[in-house]
Protein backbone atom coordinates (compact mmCIF):
# COMPACT_ATOMS: atom_id res chain seq x y z
CA UNK A 1 0.00 0.00 0.00
CA UNK A 2 0.94 2.90 -0.78
CA UNK A 3 1.78 6.32 1.73
CA UNK A 4 3.01 9.10 -0.68
CA UNK A 5 1.61 11.62 -2.98
CA UNK A 6 2.02 11.59 -6.31
CA UNK A 7 2.76 14.15 -8.02
CA UNK A 8 4.38 15.10 -11.69
CA UNK A 9 4.83 12.04 -11.95
CA UNK A 10 6.49 10.39 -8.78
CA UNK A 11 5.51 9.23 -5.50
CA UNK A 12 6.67 12.12 -2.50
CA UNK A 13 6.39 12.96 0.90
CA UNK A 14 4.00 15.82 1.82
CA UNK A 15 5.53 19.25 2.63
CA UNK A 16 4.78 19.44 5.95
CA UNK A 17 5.59 15.21 6.80
CA UNK A 18 2.67 14.96 8.40
CA UNK A 19 0.60 11.74 8.08
CA UNK A 20 -2.72 10.91 9.05
CA UNK A 21 -4.35 7.47 10.20
CA UNK A 22 -6.02 5.27 8.07
CA UNK A 23 -8.99 3.07 9.72
CA UNK A 24 -10.51 -0.47 9.62
CA UNK A 25 -14.13 -0.09 10.24
CA UNK A 26 -14.48 -3.66 10.99
CA UNK A 27 -12.54 -3.08 14.06
CA UNK A 28 -11.69 0.29 14.41
CA UNK A 29 -7.93 -0.23 14.15
CA UNK A 30 -5.76 1.95 12.63
CA UNK A 31 -4.11 -0.27 9.60
CA UNK A 32 -2.44 2.30 7.15
CA UNK A 33 -0.98 5.88 7.20
CA UNK A 34 -1.11 8.02 4.44
CA UNK A 35 0.20 12.19 4.20
CA UNK A 36 -1.60 14.78 5.59
CA UNK A 37 -1.45 17.41 2.04
CA UNK A 38 -2.10 20.75 2.57
CA UNK A 39 -2.12 23.90 0.39
CA UNK A 40 1.57 23.59 -0.19
CA UNK A 41 1.23 20.12 -1.90
CA UNK A 42 -1.42 21.39 -3.86
CA UNK A 43 0.00 24.20 -5.11
CA UNK A 44 3.13 21.78 -6.67
CA UNK A 45 0.61 19.42 -7.66
CA UNK A 46 -1.81 21.72 -9.49
CA UNK A 47 1.78 23.66 -10.86
CA UNK A 48 2.34 20.02 -12.34
CA UNK A 49 -0.87 19.78 -13.93
CA UNK A 50 -0.79 22.82 -15.37
CA UNK A 51 2.54 22.71 -17.10
CA UNK A 52 1.33 18.93 -18.36
CA UNK A 53 -1.36 20.42 -20.19
CA UNK A 54 0.57 23.73 -21.23
CA UNK A 55 3.24 22.61 -22.64
CA UNK A 56 3.34 18.84 -22.41
CA UNK A 57 2.01 16.33 -24.83
CA UNK A 58 -0.96 14.65 -23.70
CA UNK A 59 -3.45 17.21 -24.60
CA UNK A 60 -2.24 17.48 -28.29
CA UNK A 61 -1.80 13.65 -28.80
CA UNK A 62 -4.30 12.13 -31.21
CA UNK A 63 -7.61 10.85 -29.27
CA UNK A 64 -5.96 7.44 -30.13
CA UNK A 65 -2.87 7.81 -28.33
CA UNK A 66 -4.98 8.49 -24.84
CA UNK A 67 -6.58 5.41 -25.47
CA UNK A 68 -3.73 3.23 -25.70
CA UNK A 69 -2.76 4.53 -22.35
CA UNK A 70 -6.33 4.32 -20.81
CA UNK A 71 -6.80 0.97 -22.38
CA UNK A 72 -3.33 -0.18 -20.24
CA UNK A 73 -4.96 1.40 -16.86
CA UNK A 74 -8.21 -0.49 -17.55
CA UNK A 75 -6.55 -3.68 -17.78
CA UNK A 76 -3.86 -3.49 -14.89
CA UNK A 77 -6.72 -2.48 -12.61
CA UNK A 78 -8.78 -5.57 -14.17
CA UNK A 79 -5.66 -7.78 -13.86
CA UNK A 80 -5.36 -6.57 -10.18
CA UNK A 81 -9.42 -6.54 -8.61
CA UNK A 82 -8.68 -8.86 -6.04
CA UNK A 83 -6.08 -7.06 -4.28
CA UNK A 84 -7.64 -3.40 -5.04
CA UNK A 85 -10.78 -4.97 -4.11
CA UNK A 86 -9.32 -5.97 -0.41
CA UNK A 87 -7.85 -2.95 -0.31
CA UNK A 88 -11.51 -1.40 -0.28
CA UNK A 89 -13.09 -4.09 2.19
CA UNK A 90 -10.63 -2.85 5.01
CA UNK A 91 -10.52 0.89 4.11
CA UNK A 92 -14.54 0.75 3.73
CA UNK A 93 -15.67 -2.05 5.10
CA UNK A 94 -18.18 -3.05 1.78
CA UNK A 95 -18.39 -6.82 1.62
CA UNK A 96 -15.73 -8.09 -0.69
CA UNK A 97 -18.32 -8.63 -3.90
CA UNK A 98 -19.29 -5.35 -3.70
CA UNK A 99 -15.57 -4.36 -3.91
CA UNK A 100 -15.11 -6.53 -6.72
CA UNK A 101 -17.76 -5.57 -8.82
CA UNK A 102 -16.35 -1.45 -7.79
CA UNK A 103 -13.13 -2.35 -9.20
CA UNK A 104 -14.64 -4.12 -12.27
CA UNK A 105 -16.53 -1.53 -12.84
CA UNK A 106 -13.61 1.05 -12.32
CA UNK A 107 -11.38 -0.82 -15.25
CA UNK A 108 -14.48 -1.10 -17.25
CA UNK A 109 -15.14 3.05 -16.90
CA UNK A 110 -11.24 3.31 -18.42
CA UNK A 111 -12.02 0.82 -20.73
CA UNK A 112 -15.14 2.79 -22.03
CA UNK A 113 -13.46 6.38 -21.83
CA UNK A 114 -10.58 4.89 -23.99
CA UNK A 115 -13.22 4.23 -26.38
CA UNK A 116 -14.22 7.94 -26.45
CA UNK A 117 -11.08 9.65 -26.62
CA UNK A 118 -10.37 7.11 -29.91
CA UNK A 119 -13.90 8.32 -31.57
CA UNK A 120 -12.71 12.13 -30.69
CA UNK A 121 -10.64 11.52 -33.48
CA UNK A 122 -13.02 11.85 -35.54
CA UNK A 123 -15.61 13.52 -33.82
CA UNK A 124 -14.28 16.35 -32.07
CA UNK A 125 -15.43 18.86 -34.96
CA UNK A 126 -18.39 19.52 -35.76
CA UNK A 127 -20.22 21.64 -38.86
CA UNK A 128 -22.55 24.41 -37.76
CA UNK A 129 -24.55 25.50 -40.27
CA UNK A 130 -25.03 28.99 -40.13
CA UNK A 131 -28.24 31.44 -41.46
CA UNK A 132 -26.02 33.82 -43.59
CA UNK A 133 -24.07 33.12 -46.61
CA UNK A 134 -20.46 33.88 -47.10
CA UNK A 135 -19.71 32.67 -43.56
CA UNK A 136 -18.84 28.68 -42.83
CA UNK A 137 -18.23 27.85 -38.62
CA UNK A 138 -17.11 24.79 -36.63
CA UNK A 139 -17.43 23.89 -33.25
CA UNK A 140 -14.44 22.43 -32.03
CA UNK A 141 -14.22 20.21 -28.57
CA UNK A 142 -11.26 21.10 -26.92
CA UNK A 143 -10.46 19.90 -23.45
CA UNK A 144 -10.81 22.26 -20.66
CA UNK A 145 -7.45 22.12 -19.06
CA UNK A 146 -6.83 21.25 -15.47
CA UNK A 147 -9.28 19.22 -13.57
CA UNK A 148 -9.46 19.16 -9.74
CA UNK A 149 -11.65 16.01 -8.80
CA UNK A 150 -13.13 15.84 -4.69
CA UNK A 151 -14.12 12.84 -4.26
CA UNK A 152 -16.23 11.00 -1.49
CA UNK A 153 -15.12 7.37 0.26
CA UNK A 154 -18.33 5.44 -0.27
CA UNK A 155 -17.27 4.02 -3.50
CA UNK A 156 -13.52 4.84 -3.38
CA UNK A 157 -11.58 3.83 -6.50
CA UNK A 158 -14.88 3.90 -8.72
CA UNK A 159 -15.74 7.57 -8.05
CA UNK A 160 -11.80 8.54 -8.77
CA UNK A 161 -12.87 6.57 -12.48
CA UNK A 162 -15.28 8.52 -12.90
CA UNK A 163 -13.78 11.87 -12.90
CA UNK A 164 -10.04 10.68 -13.96
CA UNK A 165 -10.53 8.84 -16.94
CA UNK A 166 -12.91 11.03 -18.94
CA UNK A 167 -10.59 14.11 -17.71
CA UNK A 168 -7.91 11.94 -19.61
CA UNK A 169 -9.52 10.97 -22.23
CA UNK A 170 -10.47 14.68 -22.95
CA UNK A 171 -6.61 15.50 -22.95
CA UNK A 172 -7.19 17.18 -19.63
CA UNK A 173 -4.63 17.05 -16.59
CA UNK A 174 -5.72 16.67 -13.39
CA UNK A 175 -5.43 16.85 -9.74
CA UNK A 176 -7.44 14.02 -7.17
CA UNK A 177 -8.11 14.72 -3.77
CA UNK A 178 -9.56 11.32 -2.73
CA UNK A 179 -11.79 11.21 0.84
CA UNK A 180 -9.63 11.63 4.00
CA UNK A 181 -11.75 8.29 5.11
CA UNK A 182 -10.35 6.24 1.97
CA UNK A 183 -7.48 7.55 0.33
CA UNK A 184 -5.93 3.86 -0.37
CA UNK A 185 -6.83 2.81 -3.06
CA UNK A 186 -6.65 5.93 -5.15
CA UNK A 187 -3.10 6.47 -4.41
CA UNK A 188 -2.45 3.40 -6.39
CA UNK A 189 -3.80 5.01 -9.68
CA UNK A 190 -0.66 6.84 -9.77
CA UNK A 191 1.66 4.19 -10.52
CA UNK A 192 -0.99 2.26 -12.39
CA UNK A 193 -0.78 5.32 -14.82
CA UNK A 194 3.11 5.54 -14.73
CA UNK A 195 2.99 2.07 -16.34
CA UNK A 196 0.58 2.99 -18.73
CA UNK A 197 2.19 5.38 -20.43
CA UNK A 198 0.82 8.36 -19.03
CA UNK A 199 3.48 11.73 -18.99
CA UNK A 200 4.66 13.23 -15.62
CA UNK A 201 2.06 15.72 -14.07
CA UNK A 202 -1.19 14.60 -16.13
CA UNK A 203 -2.59 12.89 -12.72
CA UNK A 204 -1.58 14.29 -9.45
CA UNK A 205 -3.18 12.76 -6.03
CA UNK A 206 -2.94 14.59 -3.18
CA UNK A 207 -4.38 12.89 0.20
CA UNK A 208 -5.57 15.03 2.85
CA UNK A 209 -8.55 16.67 4.70
CA UNK A 210 -11.13 18.89 3.38
CA UNK A 211 -10.26 21.80 4.46
CA UNK A 212 -6.34 21.55 4.61
CA UNK A 213 -6.33 19.84 0.63
CA UNK A 214 -9.70 19.89 -0.96
CA UNK A 215 -10.18 23.69 -0.26
CA UNK A 216 -7.06 25.15 -1.54
CA UNK A 217 -7.63 22.94 -4.58
CA UNK A 218 -11.07 24.16 -5.20
CA UNK A 219 -9.36 27.92 -4.61
CA UNK A 220 -6.33 27.83 -6.74
CA UNK A 221 -6.43 29.84 -9.68
CA UNK A 222 -4.36 27.69 -12.19
CA UNK A 223 -7.55 24.82 -11.88
CA UNK A 224 -9.77 25.53 -15.11
CA UNK A 225 -12.35 22.93 -13.79
CA UNK A 226 -14.22 21.79 -10.65
CA UNK A 227 -15.51 17.79 -10.56
CA UNK A 228 -16.94 17.53 -6.93
CA UNK A 229 -18.74 14.45 -5.46
CA UNK A 230 -20.15 14.68 -1.84
CA UNK A 231 -22.47 16.22 0.30
CA UNK A 232 -24.51 19.43 -0.29
CA UNK A 233 -22.95 21.47 2.53
CA UNK A 234 -19.61 20.88 0.72
CA UNK A 235 -21.01 21.21 -2.88
CA UNK A 236 -22.24 24.45 -2.02
CA UNK A 237 -19.07 25.41 -0.33
CA UNK A 238 -17.75 24.93 -3.12
CA UNK A 239 -20.13 26.70 -5.88
CA UNK A 240 -19.07 29.58 -4.14
CA UNK A 241 -15.63 29.50 -4.45
CA UNK A 242 -15.69 28.02 -8.10
CA UNK A 243 -17.83 31.61 -8.40
CA UNK A 244 -15.07 33.81 -7.40
CA UNK A 245 -12.82 33.09 -10.69
CA UNK A 246 -15.71 31.01 -12.32
CA UNK A 247 -14.27 27.62 -12.57
CA UNK A 248 -16.21 25.08 -14.72
CA UNK A 249 -17.59 23.20 -12.20
CA UNK A 250 -19.88 19.82 -11.91
CA UNK A 251 -21.65 18.36 -8.63
CA UNK A 252 -22.78 15.17 -7.52
CA UNK A 253 -24.57 15.42 -4.12
CA UNK A 254 -26.77 13.44 -2.07
CA UNK A 255 -29.87 12.22 -2.17
CA UNK A 256 -33.38 10.81 -0.29
CA UNK A 257 -34.47 8.70 -3.12
CA UNK A 258 -38.30 7.48 -3.21
CA UNK A 259 -39.41 4.13 -4.63
CA UNK A 260 -42.96 3.75 -5.47
CA UNK A 261 -44.21 -0.06 -5.50
CA UNK A 262 -47.69 -0.07 -7.07
CA UNK A 263 -50.02 -3.15 -5.25
CA UNK A 264 -49.44 -4.92 -9.63
CA UNK A 265 -45.75 -5.65 -8.65
CA UNK A 266 -45.13 -8.89 -7.54
CA UNK A 267 -44.43 -9.27 -4.11
CA UNK A 268 -40.79 -11.12 -4.11
CA UNK A 269 -39.77 -8.54 -6.78
CA UNK A 270 -40.52 -5.38 -4.77
CA UNK A 271 -38.35 -6.57 -1.57
CA UNK A 272 -35.75 -7.67 -3.64
CA UNK A 273 -35.41 -4.58 -5.31
CA UNK A 274 -35.97 -2.38 -1.99
CA UNK A 275 -33.49 -4.60 0.22
CA UNK A 276 -30.77 -4.07 -2.79
CA UNK A 277 -31.80 -0.81 -2.86
CA UNK A 278 -31.09 0.72 0.45
CA UNK A 279 -28.87 -2.08 1.72
CA UNK A 280 -26.13 -3.30 -0.54
CA UNK A 281 -23.11 -0.70 0.18
CA UNK A 282 -24.15 -0.29 3.88
CA UNK A 283 -26.92 2.43 2.38
CA UNK A 284 -23.82 4.70 2.04
CA UNK A 285 -25.22 5.10 -1.46
CA UNK A 286 -26.01 8.74 -3.13
CA UNK A 287 -28.64 7.45 -5.42
CA UNK A 288 -30.15 4.67 -1.92
CA UNK A 289 -33.33 3.69 -1.61
CA UNK A 290 -34.07 5.88 1.27
CA UNK A 291 -37.86 6.42 0.88
CA UNK A 292 -40.12 3.36 -0.30
CA UNK A 293 -43.55 4.10 -0.71
CA UNK A 294 -46.27 1.42 -1.25
CA UNK A 295 -49.71 1.74 -2.85
CA UNK A 296 -51.40 0.80 0.51
CA UNK A 297 -53.39 -2.43 -0.96
CA UNK A 298 -50.02 -4.66 -0.46
CA UNK A 299 -48.84 -2.39 2.31
CA UNK A 300 -49.09 -5.29 5.05
CA UNK A 301 -47.76 -8.37 3.35
CA UNK A 302 -44.91 -6.28 1.69
CA UNK A 303 -43.90 -4.57 4.89
CA UNK A 304 -44.12 -8.39 6.56
CA UNK A 305 -42.07 -9.92 4.12
CA UNK A 306 -39.39 -6.99 3.78
CA UNK A 307 -38.90 -7.04 8.02
CA UNK A 308 -38.97 -10.96 7.28
CA UNK A 309 -35.74 -10.84 4.61
CA UNK A 310 -34.24 -8.16 6.26
CA UNK A 311 -33.89 -10.02 9.45
CA UNK A 312 -31.84 -12.43 7.66
CA UNK A 313 -28.97 -10.25 6.34
CA UNK A 314 -25.96 -11.57 6.91
CA UNK A 315 -24.35 -8.93 8.78
CA UNK A 316 -20.49 -9.05 9.17
CA UNK A 317 -16.28 -9.02 8.34
CA UNK A 318 -16.79 -7.57 4.27
CA UNK A 319 -14.40 -11.36 3.29
CA UNK A 320 -16.67 -13.49 5.44
CA UNK A 321 -18.75 -15.69 3.10
CA UNK A 322 -22.22 -14.74 2.76
CA UNK A 323 -21.95 -11.27 4.00
CA UNK A 324 -24.06 -8.70 2.44
CA UNK A 325 -23.94 -5.49 5.42
CA UNK A 326 -20.07 -4.52 6.50
CA UNK A 327 -19.62 -2.10 8.88
CA UNK A 328 -20.30 1.93 8.32
CA UNK A 329 -17.15 3.23 6.47
CA UNK A 330 -15.74 5.25 9.88
CA UNK A 331 -16.47 5.78 13.97
CA UNK A 332 -17.94 9.17 13.02
CA UNK A 333 -20.59 7.88 10.15
CA UNK A 334 -21.36 4.90 12.91
CA UNK A 335 -22.20 7.32 15.20
CA UNK A 336 -24.08 9.97 13.12
CA UNK A 337 -26.51 6.47 11.36
CA UNK A 338 -27.00 5.65 15.31
CA UNK A 339 -28.16 9.49 16.02
CA UNK A 340 -30.25 9.58 13.09
CA UNK A 341 -32.04 6.15 14.27
CA UNK A 342 -32.75 7.65 17.96
CA UNK A 343 -34.02 10.53 16.11
CA UNK A 344 -36.03 8.44 14.34
CA UNK A 345 -37.45 6.24 17.21
CA UNK A 346 -39.28 9.61 18.46
CA UNK A 347 -40.76 10.63 15.21
CA UNK A 348 -41.81 7.52 13.27
CA UNK A 349 -42.05 3.67 14.25
CA UNK A 350 -39.07 1.25 14.60
CA UNK A 351 -39.86 -1.70 12.80
CA UNK A 352 -36.93 -3.72 12.66
CA UNK A 353 -33.00 -2.99 13.57
CA UNK A 354 -32.33 0.04 15.00
CA UNK A 355 -29.05 -1.23 16.82
CA UNK A 356 -25.69 -2.47 16.93
CA UNK A 357 -25.61 -6.18 16.29
CA UNK A 358 -24.59 -8.30 19.22
CA UNK A 359 -21.52 -9.52 19.18
CA UNK A 360 -19.71 -6.48 16.36
CA UNK A 361 -19.57 -3.84 19.04
CA UNK A 362 -15.84 -3.70 18.53
CA UNK A 363 -16.63 -2.62 14.35
CA UNK A 364 -18.87 0.25 13.45
CA UNK A 365 -21.64 -1.98 12.27
CA UNK A 366 -25.89 -0.96 12.27
CA UNK A 367 -28.46 -3.64 11.86
CA UNK A 368 -30.18 -3.28 8.59
CA UNK A 369 -33.20 -1.17 10.39
CA UNK A 370 -36.90 0.00 8.71
CA UNK A 371 -38.84 2.57 10.01
CA UNK A 372 -42.76 2.79 9.57
CA UNK A 373 -45.88 5.17 10.13
CA UNK A 374 -43.85 8.12 8.44
CA UNK A 375 -45.14 11.47 9.56
CA UNK A 376 -44.36 14.03 6.44
CA UNK A 377 -42.16 16.14 8.41
CA UNK A 378 -40.12 13.35 9.69
CA UNK A 379 -36.35 14.54 8.96
CA UNK A 380 -35.80 10.91 8.75
CA UNK A 381 -37.89 11.47 5.97
CA UNK A 382 -36.57 14.31 4.13
CA UNK A 383 -33.14 14.36 5.36
CA UNK A 384 -30.39 12.03 3.70
CA UNK A 385 -28.79 9.32 6.65
CA UNK A 386 -26.80 7.64 4.31
CA UNK A 387 -26.63 4.20 6.21
CA UNK A 388 -28.91 0.93 6.02
CA UNK A 389 -32.06 3.34 7.31
CA UNK A 390 -35.44 2.70 4.94
CA UNK A 391 -38.02 4.84 5.71
CA UNK A 392 -41.80 3.70 4.62
CA UNK A 393 -44.97 5.08 3.72
CA UNK A 394 -48.38 4.04 2.31
CA UNK A 395 -49.88 5.91 -0.52
CA UNK A 396 -53.79 5.71 -2.05
CA UNK A 397 -53.44 6.65 -5.65
CA UNK A 398 -50.65 7.76 -8.42
CA UNK A 399 -51.23 11.41 -7.69
CA UNK A 400 -50.38 10.66 -4.46
CA UNK A 401 -47.68 8.99 -4.98
CA UNK A 402 -45.85 11.01 -7.20
CA UNK A 403 -46.35 14.51 -5.12
CA UNK A 404 -44.84 12.64 -1.90
CA UNK A 405 -41.90 11.12 -3.98
CA UNK A 406 -41.09 14.87 -4.93
CA UNK A 407 -41.55 16.41 -2.05
CA UNK A 408 -37.93 16.52 -1.37
CA UNK A 409 -35.05 19.20 -2.04
CA UNK A 410 -32.83 16.48 -3.70
CA UNK A 411 -33.22 15.32 -7.19
CA UNK A 412 -30.89 12.26 -7.77
CA UNK A 413 -32.64 9.15 -8.56
CA UNK A 414 -36.13 7.87 -8.13
CA UNK A 415 -37.82 4.27 -8.64
CA UNK A 416 -41.18 3.16 -9.50
CA UNK A 417 -42.43 -0.85 -9.96
CA UNK A 418 -45.79 -1.22 -11.10
CA UNK A 419 -46.65 -4.60 -14.02
CA UNK A 420 -48.27 -1.82 -15.77
CA UNK A 421 -45.70 -0.56 -18.24
CA UNK A 422 -47.67 2.56 -19.31
CA UNK A 423 -48.06 3.66 -16.11
CA UNK A 424 -44.62 3.09 -14.36
CA UNK A 425 -43.24 5.10 -17.93
CA UNK A 426 -46.11 8.00 -17.08
CA UNK A 427 -44.54 8.04 -13.19
CA UNK A 428 -41.39 7.49 -14.53
CA UNK A 429 -41.64 11.11 -16.77
CA UNK A 430 -43.46 13.02 -13.57
CA UNK A 431 -40.29 12.56 -11.00
CA UNK A 432 -37.99 15.18 -10.34
CA UNK A 433 -34.78 13.39 -10.49
CA UNK A 434 -32.36 12.44 -12.83
CA UNK A 435 -31.69 9.19 -12.57
CA UNK A 436 -35.02 7.17 -12.71
CA UNK A 437 -35.71 2.82 -12.22
CA UNK A 438 -38.58 1.32 -13.25
CA UNK A 439 -39.07 -2.04 -11.97
CA UNK A 440 -35.71 -2.41 -10.41
CA UNK A 441 -33.64 0.16 -8.52
CA UNK A 442 -29.73 1.11 -8.53
CA UNK A 443 -28.38 -0.79 -11.20
CA UNK A 444 -26.01 1.84 -12.58
CA UNK A 445 -24.44 1.45 -16.10
CA UNK A 446 -20.92 3.29 -17.48
CA UNK A 447 -23.29 4.01 -21.04
CA UNK A 448 -25.51 6.04 -19.17
CA UNK A 449 -25.93 9.74 -17.51
CA UNK A 450 -25.75 10.02 -14.33
CA UNK A 451 -26.91 12.80 -11.66
CA UNK A 452 -29.32 14.95 -10.38
CA UNK A 453 -31.70 17.44 -10.30
CA UNK A 454 -32.58 20.12 -8.09
CA UNK A 455 -29.74 19.86 -4.53
CA UNK A 456 -28.13 16.87 -5.79
CA UNK A 457 -26.62 18.51 -8.18
CA UNK A 458 -25.07 19.93 -11.46
CA UNK A 459 -23.85 18.12 -14.42
CA UNK A 460 -23.64 14.89 -15.79
CA UNK A 461 -20.93 12.21 -15.07
CA UNK A 462 -20.74 9.03 -17.15
CA UNK A 463 -21.62 8.33 -21.05
CA UNK A 464 -20.59 11.01 -23.01
CA UNK A 465 -22.23 13.37 -20.71
CA UNK A 466 -19.31 12.60 -18.54
CA UNK A 467 -16.76 13.08 -21.10
CA UNK A 468 -18.68 16.30 -22.20
CA UNK A 469 -17.87 17.99 -18.41
CA UNK A 470 -14.41 18.52 -19.68
CA UNK A 471 -14.67 19.57 -22.72
CA UNK A 472 -15.07 23.75 -24.12
CA UNK A 473 -16.80 24.05 -27.14
CA UNK A 474 -14.63 26.61 -29.52
CA UNK A 475 -16.49 28.39 -32.09
CA UNK A 476 -14.39 28.73 -35.19
CA UNK A 477 -15.86 31.21 -38.04
CA UNK A 478 -14.08 31.64 -41.44
CA UNK A 479 -15.31 34.35 -43.81
CA UNK A 480 -14.56 33.23 -47.38
CA UNK A 481 -13.11 36.54 -49.15
CA UNK A 482 -14.98 36.18 -52.41
CA UNK A 483 -18.10 36.83 -50.99
CA UNK A 484 -19.13 40.34 -50.80
CA UNK A 485 -18.68 42.11 -47.21
CA UNK A 486 -17.21 45.88 -46.65
CA UNK A 487 -19.28 47.56 -43.67
CA UNK A 488 -16.19 50.00 -43.09
CA UNK A 489 -14.72 49.98 -46.28
CA UNK A 490 -17.23 50.61 -49.07
CA UNK A 491 -16.25 49.66 -52.34
P1 LIG B 1 -18.19 15.29 2.01
O1 LIG B 1 -18.85 16.42 1.33
O2 LIG B 1 -18.02 15.35 3.48
O3 LIG B 1 -16.72 15.07 1.43
C1 LIG B 1 -16.49 14.81 0.06
C2 LIG B 1 -15.09 15.25 -0.30
O4 LIG B 1 -14.99 16.66 -0.16
C3 LIG B 1 -13.98 14.65 0.58
O5 LIG B 1 -12.88 14.34 -0.23
C4 LIG B 1 -13.66 15.79 1.52
O6 LIG B 1 -12.35 15.74 2.03
C5 LIG B 1 -13.85 16.99 0.63
N1 LIG B 1 -14.12 18.26 1.32
C6 LIG B 1 -14.71 18.45 2.52
N2 LIG B 1 -14.79 19.77 2.80
C7 LIG B 1 -14.24 20.42 1.75
C8 LIG B 1 -14.06 21.80 1.44
N3 LIG B 1 -14.44 22.78 2.26
N4 LIG B 1 -13.50 22.11 0.25
C9 LIG B 1 -13.13 21.14 -0.62
N5 LIG B 1 -13.26 19.83 -0.37
C10 LIG B 1 -13.82 19.47 0.80
O7 LIG B 1 -18.97 13.99 1.57
P2 LIG B 1 -18.71 12.49 2.02
O8 LIG B 1 -19.19 12.35 3.43
O9 LIG B 1 -17.33 12.10 1.69
O10 LIG B 1 -19.66 11.69 1.03
C11 LIG B 1 -20.99 11.47 1.28
C12 LIG B 1 -21.85 12.38 0.44
O11 LIG B 1 -21.50 12.22 -0.94
C13 LIG B 1 -23.31 12.04 0.53
O12 LIG B 1 -24.08 13.22 0.64
C14 LIG B 1 -23.61 11.35 -0.80
O13 LIG B 1 -24.93 11.41 -1.20
C15 LIG B 1 -22.69 12.06 -1.72
N6 LIG B 1 -22.41 11.24 -2.91
C16 LIG B 1 -22.98 11.59 -4.10
C17 LIG B 1 -22.76 10.83 -5.24
C18 LIG B 1 -23.39 11.20 -6.56
O14 LIG B 1 -23.02 10.63 -7.58
N7 LIG B 1 -24.32 12.12 -6.61
C19 LIG B 1 -21.94 9.70 -5.17
C20 LIG B 1 -21.36 9.37 -3.95
C21 LIG B 1 -21.60 10.16 -2.82
Not at 227 to 240: E, L, Q, Y
Amino acid sequence: MKDQLYIDGAYVACASGEMFDVIDPTDRSVFHRVPAGNTEDIDLAVKAARRAFDEGLWPRMSGAERAAVLRRMGDEIAARTDEIARIEVQDNGKPLPEAVWDIEDTAGVFHFYADLAERFDTEAEQDVVLGMEGFTSKAVKEPVGVAGAIIPWNFPLLMASWKVAPALAAGCTVVLKPSELTPVSALELGGIAERAGLPAGCLNIVTGFGLDAGAPLTEHPMVDKLAFTGSVPTGSRIMATAARDIKTLSLELGGKSPLVVFADTPIDEAVEWILFGIFWNQGEVCSATSRVLIEEDIYEPLMARLVEEAKKIKIGHGLEEGVLLGPLVSPLQHEKVLNWIETGKREARLVTGGGVPEGLEGGCYVEPTIFADMPEDATIWTEEIFGPVVCVKSFRTEEEAVRLANDTRFGLAAAVMSSDLERANRVARAFRAGIVWINCSQPTFTEAPWGGYKQSGIGRELGEWGFNNYLEVKQITTWDRHKPWGWYLKE
